[in-house]
């Protein structure tokens, strides 16, 4: 359980038809929310998200590519603020 993954900044992603947004401010979030809440998973940026995260969490990974492959998915998703 790493809890120095905290990204440089926050991740908002629109929730709720893009009423309201929400901040994703580590890699434990993104997996989280890429989990339960993402639109549509599947697709390349979807699968590197979740990858590249979920290997942070695990201290595989760098907090700072996990941020990066997760705005990238968001982003394609079309839920990036």
């Known amino acids: 359980m790493m809890d120095h993954d905290l990204w440089d900044r926050p991740i908002e992603v629109a929730i709720e038809c893009g009423d309201h947004f929400k901040s994703i401010r580590n890699s434990r979030e993104a997996v989280a929310y890429l ?47």
């Open 35 to 81: 989990m339960t809440c993402w639109p549509q998973k599947g697709g390349e940026s979807f699968a590197a998200a979740k990858r590249v995260c979920m290997d942070a969490v695990e201290g595989r990974s760098a907090p700072s590519a996990a941020a990066l492959a997760f705005r990238a998915a968001a982003r394609e998703a079309g839920i990036l603020r």
